[in-house]
């Protein structure tokens, strides 16, 4: 492969692409730095990871801090259109949600594993949207999820489901 496709050329002065990535997902800047990923074939997995957070965070913030959320979610309009919602929790959220459909490659689950575990590591919950996809690409590993954080009763249900 070349150094190109590694993250390894400078995208700006000094920086890797996979540096850049790490700088923009840092400033909130998510669908930029995806679209670095894209570009150097790069792995959006921090990016999913890094939203995660923000998300659960943002979902347990003072109103300054969710109205202040605006200014960043401006710049991560998908395709320059509005996140749709009225809430900036909900618009992160929707926001994460774009990230991980678009971006997961087909009979993969990368994306739904990272995320999944984060949320898990944040003691939340996961939202619908993000349990009806992991079903539909791999309901044997969500059970095990599950069970490996011992939601023993969600693994017990979604086994049942699939019997």
Request: proline fraction near 5%.
């Amino acid at each position: 492969a070349n150094a190109n496709s590694q993250g390894c050329m400078p995208v700006s002065p000094g920086l890797t692409p996979a540096e850049t990535v790490g700088f923009l997902t840092t400033a909130n800047l998510y669908l930029l730095a995806v679209q670095i990923c894209e570009e150097f074939n790069l792995p959006t997995v921090g990016i999913a990871e890094a939203l995660a957070t923000k998300a659960v965070r943002l979902s347990t913030a003072k109103a300054q801090e969710k109205s202040a959320a605006w200014q960043w979610l401006a710049e991560n309009r998908p395709g320059g259109a509005d996140i749709p919602s009225e809430c900036a929790v909900t618009a992160t959220w929707n926001l994460l949600k774009h990230i991980v459909e678009n971006e997961e490659k087909e009979r993969e689950t990368v994306l739904h594993r990272v995320v999944t575990t984060r949320l898990f590591t944040l003691g939340a919950d996961l939202p619908p949207w993000l349990v009806a996809g992991y079903k539909k690409k791999d309901a044997a590993e969500l059970i095990r999820l599950y069970h490996s954080q011992g939601k023993l009763e969600a693994a017990s249900e979604l086994a049942i489901e699939y019997l």
